[in-house]
């Protein structure tokens, strides 16, 4: 008899979405983790009092996204969260909230009035794109940038580029920012993409989990039913069984025998544990890229941050997006003070600590105010995704050459972003496994 149904390797969002999604349906499952907590980069942890998350985090998709379609047909305890405000675009000392529709475009003065006619022109030659045969997919955003744009409009485009799909703008597809079939009315035209990762004033598709993002972690755990899961941490999967298709895996410390094995760690990592993998499809594996992110976590004496919603800052050298998670739970901080969170996408190529450096003065530089309150100093270095989405980068697919191996997470799957992105690649995979057509579903 095999010891499990199903194996899970990592315990991170999609491991633990789909190991409950697997038990509700009635199999035995175990999770095997390398590291000594779950929740991979979507938890939460104390420094100093302050309860920081893996990285700032707007939990999208709310209303109708993957994410609650999960929550909808397997969680006993579903998290709450907190509607997450108005993205606020800030150059300096001013700052004023996204511009979302063609009027409010029309009087963003962070931007020339020029550049934002010519994004506009942009925006309808780019919907006339649609109608042609040109592949979208391989146009970066600074092609069809006009050359004489000012360098703070540039800086606009690229801050987007950097935040939505990992690259700078020479790298980042123009499809991604387009969407034709999911913008609201209100909304400039087509830019629907944009507006999935984005908000509106007082929508509530986007939230932040009361409690942190430990609290959607620690929600999965309690709906977990009983006797169905085991979760083995400290254990790190080093081979996977296969033999006609996959039958069991190889840890550290022992080995176990299962029926299905869902592998939610780096794609490109799977030929490290899978022998006699199909060289077309590793090499694809292989084109995968991710980038690296910086968070930079200021436990903060007084409230710095009055607006409910978050910052881009578009003119601090790195781009910062800033979150003050405190505003929207202030448990997330002792009483009186303030969490911030201020992430950074990092270079290629870099040193670690004059980029913490370069970072911390990046802050202190665009709000003075705030070097004269720091309570608390927490960095992370972390990799937001495991695919990112620039021109020429890879994917992978849940579906994978072996039988009964499947991989989940952000790199097995296109659509959306972050938690989103992981949960669809849940979904997906459960499809499959009921025998569900292997098709791409646009939501
Ligand atoms: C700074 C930052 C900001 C972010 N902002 C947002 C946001 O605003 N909105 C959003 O939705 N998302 C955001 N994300 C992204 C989101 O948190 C992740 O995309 C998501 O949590 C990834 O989940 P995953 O399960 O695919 O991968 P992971 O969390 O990486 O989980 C994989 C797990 O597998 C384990 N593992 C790997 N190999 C093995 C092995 N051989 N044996 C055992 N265990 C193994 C790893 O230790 C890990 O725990 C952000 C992330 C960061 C870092």
Redesign the pocket.
């Not at 095997?32 to 590291?35: A, C, H, I, P, Y």
């Given at each position: 008899m095999k010891d499990y149904d199903v194996v899970v390797?990592?315990?991170?969002?999609?491991?633990?979405?789909s190991a409950l999604a697997l038990s509700k349906e009635g199999k035995n499952v175990l999770i095997?983790?390398?590291?000594e907590?779950?929740?991979?980069?979507?938890?939460s942890y104390l420094v100093d009092g302050y309860l920081v998350?893996?990285?700032?985090?707007?939990?999208?998709r709310l209303e109708t996204g993957p994410l609650k379609e999960l929550m909808d047909r397997y969680f006993d305890v579903t998290p709450k969260f907190i509607p997450f405000g108005i993205y606020y675009v800030r150059v300096g000392k001013k700052i004023r909230p996204f511009p979302w529709t063609i009027k409010n475009w029309l009087t963003f003065d962070l931007l020339p009035t020029k550049d934002r006619l010519l994004l506009l022109k942009l925006l309808f030659d780019t919907l006339y794109m649609l109608n042609t045969d040109k592949d979208l997919s391989m146009v970066p955003l600074s092609d069809i940038l006009p050359s004489d744009s000012s360098v703070i409009t540039k800086k606009f485009l690229d801050w987007l580029s950097y935040f939505m799909v990992g690259t700078p703008m020479e790298e980042a597809p123009i499809s991604r920012f387009i969407d034709n079939r999911s913008h609201k009315p209100s909304s400039i035209p087509y830019v629907g993409g944009l507006y999935n990762l984005l908000i509106t004033e007082g929508s509530a598709d986007q939230g932040y989990p009361v409690g942190g993002?430990q609290s959607i972690v620690d929600s999965i755990l309690k709906s977990f039913p009983k006797n169905r899961v085991d979760i083995k941490t400290n254990?790190?999967?080093?081979k996977i069984r296969c033999n006609g298709g996959a039958e069991g895996v190889i840890?550290r410390k022992d080995s176990y025998d299962c029926d299905t094995v869902l592998?939610?760690?780096?794609a490109s990592?799977l030929s490290n544990?899978v022998d006699d993998l199909p060289r077309e499809y590793t090499k694809n594996l292989k084109t995968i890229k991710t980038v690296n992110?910086?968070?930079i976590w200021l436990g903060l004496t007084k409230k710095v941050f009055k607006n409910h919603g978050s910052e881009m800052w578009i003119d601090s050298d790195p781009y910062a997006?800033v979150?003050p998670t405190s505003n929207y739970d202030p448990k997330v901080a002792p009483k009186g003070k303030q969490l911030v969170?201020f992430?950074f996408i990092l270079p290629e190529k870099y040193d670690l600590e004059e980029m913490k450096k370069k970072a911390l003065s990046a802050i202190f530089d665009t709000i003075p105010e705030i070097e004269k309150c720091v309570d608390m100093i927490h960095y992370?270095e972390?990799?937001?995704?495991?695919a990112s989405w620039g021109i020429n980068s890879g994917f992978g697919n849940v579906k994978t050459p072996i039988k009964n191996l499947y991989t989940?997470?952000?790199?097995?799957e296109k659509r959306?972003?972050?938690?989103?992105?992981?949960a669809y690649?849940v979904l997906r995979c459960l499809e499959i496994m009921k025998g569900g057509s292997n098709r791409e579903k646009r939501r």
């Open positions: 390797i990592g315990g991170g969002i999609s491991g633990l979405l095997l983790e390398k590291d907590y779950v929740g991979g980069v979507c938890r998350d893996t990285g700032p985090h707007a939990i999208t993002l254990e790190e999967v080093l840890t592998y939610s760690g780096f990592d544990l992110s910086l968070t997006w979150v969170g992430a992370q972390l990799i937001p995704e495991k989940i997470g952000t790199d097995s959306s972003a972050g938690v989103s992105r992981a690649s």
